[in-house]
């Protein structure tokens, strides 16, 4: 089961990662966040499709064509602490040492889009304040770590529940002839 994990929860992360730096690279450039949000979670689901081929290769090469939704999940949720944890430092080191100024562009997108929507100088004001106060938040780094692990975090455990419950079998089926 290590070498599983291990090895589908490497090409997880890196996959994601991969499009998340492409993703990043494209919002950054062009400021829209909307568009790169989207392909930051479709990269997510592609990346973590490989909980899928991990929790079915372990059991068809190591369990006799059996697994149950427990021992899948099990699987299926060390792929994801593995990816998401790749997903996470990758995070860090752009943040911090790449595009340090990310916040600012996005809060400033991020009002743009609120004034563009007709907000009133009110709800104008009240959008300000809760972005200065999530930029606030984000200047600390253990509170970046935990909004970087609730971003995908719970795709992988959707995609985990999803697979196990696809891929249990309680005894292998064989194919015999009648």
Partial sequence: MKKTVIVFGLIAGLIVTSLMAFSIAKCYNNQDFEGSMILGYAA??????FIFVGIKN????????TITFVKGFKIGLLITIIASSIYVIVWLVEYYF?????MDKYVEHMLLETKKSGANATEMAKQTQELAEYKEMYNNPLLVVLFTYMEILPVGIIISTISALILKRKQNVSLSPM
Wanted: no cysteine; proline share 5%; net charge negative.
């Fill in 98 to 102: 790449f595009i340090p100024d990310f």
């Fill in 58 to 65: 372990h059991r068809d090469k190591y369990n006799d064509g």
């Fill in 44 to 49: 997510m689901v592609l990346a973590f499709s």
